[in-house]
């Protein structure tokens, strides 16, 4: 049982030591990251609160779990209820993917077409590149709910999924963090506004071209 032991915690050092010590102090020091997976509902996340909490959960996993983190998403609202806007969420800046790159340096410069927000730089907290479009499967889509300039659409229009608590009820406003799509418009290459999906539930997520992931940033 010993011996188990201690052949269990040899393996868990040399997969520690394995990486780059270069690369574990950027994931530390990481500010933004795309989630590499989603909670697997859809749209539903468990609303604003269930997707921080995946943040937070993915940060930690990456060593850089010592921040406050928030998902880029907006909520809408009814008259008279004040709506919440990703733009309005996720801190300050500057942030850094888990390579070190600047992304944007505040929410201007994010909101800009400034920033630098693609493929290569669209980072998981991994730091692995998300698939977009050209590869297989292509899943370019981000979920944001939003506008280009990160505010929330009018209330009389769902493209948040119920603010994130259904996978059957509505569509979800998404971008393109490889700024690609089928049409040569600035809609399709926008990162946080490009088009809505078929519905909330996973499978057709996956079918208009994403896998239920979003922006995290660290807000603190």
């Known amino acids: 049982m ?3 032991v201690t052949l269990s915690a040899v393996a868990a050092a040399a997969l520690v030591l394995s990486v780059p010590a270069g690369l574990q102090a950027q994931q530390a020091a990481m500010t933004f990251f795309i989630t590499s997976v989603g909670p697997g509902k859809g749209g539903d996340l468990g609303g604003l609160a269930g997707a921080d909490a995946h ?4 940060a930690q996993a990456a060593g850089a779990g010592n921040r406050t983190w928030r998902a880029y998403l907006s909520n809408f609202a009814p008259p008279g209820v004040t709506p919440i806007n990703a733009r309005d969420r996720i801190g300050n800046g500057p942030w850094h993917n888990a ?3 600047l992304i944007a340096q505040n929410v201007d410069d994010l909101h800009s077409d400034n920033n630098k927000i693609n493929k290569e730089t669209g980072l998981t907290e991994k730091g692995e590149v998300v698939k977009g479009r050209g590869d297989t ?3 370019h889509d981000i979920m944001t709910g939003s506008q280009m300039d990160g505010r929330v659409f009018p209330g009389n229009i769902n493209v948040t999924c119920g603010n994130w608590t259904s996978s059957t009820f509505g569509s979800a406003l998404v971008g393109h963090h490889d700024r ?5 418009t600035p809609f399709q290459k926008s ?3 490009s088009h809505m999906s078929r519905s909330c539930s996973q499978p057709d997520l996956v079918a208009t071209g994403g896998n239920g992931l979003f922006y ?5």
């Open 2 to 4: 010993n011996r188990m």
């Open 55 to 58: 943040c937070q959960s993915l």
């Open 99 to 101: 390579k070190g790159v």
């Open 137 to 139: 499967p292509n899943q």
């Open 180 to 184: 690609q799509g089928i049409a040569d």
């Open 191 to 193: 990162w946080n506004s």
């Open 216 to 220: 995290c940033f660290a807000a603190q």
